[in-house]
């Protein structure tokens, strides 16, 4: 008779036992499907935030004068004022505008007395020097001015222009000192100094001195051996046949003693210069 009794409260046991493993199972999947439940409510919380966020930051930036919409794709520059108590000849322009792009090229072309000659201007490196050439191309501030400087030496052969009032038949002493009337930092220097100043590029020349860049400009006929202190402002993209004939033909030594070199032998007048 016991042994029936035992029999049967063992299996009353493993049912119970089965009962009980079966709500652990279940109470188990119940937790599981409302953590699943609960992180998709979640994602889907901050995913509307996230949206909500952009498009009140979009609206914001949308608004006309908003901060973010007026800085970008800009840069600041300053523009010193120049005049001629340093012995220079000063031409007043105005000055280029306070912010200027920094993003994207420009195309500078100078149509000369030997055919045209076009360099690219990259703005993301040059963004003031390239605003201050914009600006100069809208006075016409180069149109009909000579190069007036050449040296041919073993590793420094450039043309340099960018005088307005290097102007008229012949050179005067006088050429290579004038500028704007203002003048501007050095940027985009280079930083490869074993070849700082490769043929075809237009680096800005200045006095030595820090913020002394004005508007005259050289051009590398060969590969260039310089200090980095010349602010690189494009390559030319055609037209360097013209530049190498030029320099090529020589100068007459008239600055032999003190800068280097002369006046071109064979001169080159930039009859208009237009950025676009």
Not at 115 to 138: Q, R
Request: net charge positive; charged share 25%; proline share 5%.
């Amino acid at each position: 008779m016991s042994s029936i009794k035992d029999r049967q409260r063992a299996a009353a046991r493993a049912r119970l036992e089965k009962e009980m493993a079966e709500r652990a199972t279940s109470a188990r999947k119940r937790r599981r499907q409302r953590a699943v439940l609960g992180s998709a409510l979640a994602v889907v919380v901050i995913a509307g935030a996230a949206v909500w966020i952009v498009n009140v930051l979009k609206k914001d930036d949308d608004k006309p004068g908003s901060a973010s919409a007026s800085a970008a794709g800009t840069v600041a520059c300053t523009w010193t004022p120049a005049d001629a108590a340093g012995g220079g000849k000063v031409k007043d322009v105005g000055t280029p505008p306070a912010s200027v792009p920094n993003v994207g090229t420009s195309t500078l072309k100078f149509d000369t007395s030997l055919g045209v000659i076009e360099a690219k201007i990259d703005l993301t490196k040059a963004p003031c020097t390239g605003a201050s050439y914009k600006h100069l191309a809208e006075k016409k501030f180069l149109d009909n001015t000579k190069c007036h400087r050449l040296v041919n030496e073993a590793t420094f052969k450039v043309l340099q222009c960018g005088d307005p009032f290097a102007t008229g038949k012949g050179y005067r002493e006088t050429d290579g000192t004038g500028g704007p009337s203002y003048t501007m930092i050095e940027e985009n220097l280079p930083t490869d100094t074993a070849k700082p100043y490769p043929a075809g590029s237009i680096a800005m020349a200045n006095t030595g001195q820090p913020g002394s860049t004005g508007s005259q400009f050289f051009i590398c006929s060969e590969d260039t051996q310089l200090s980095p202190n010349y602010t690189l402002l494009g390559t030319i993209t055609s037209g360097l046949d013209i530049v190498k004939d030029v320099v090529k033909a020589g100068d007459d030594g008239a600055f032999a003693q003190s800068a280097g070199g002369g006046h071109p032998k064979k001169e080159l007048t930039i009859k208009t210069m237009t950025v676009s």
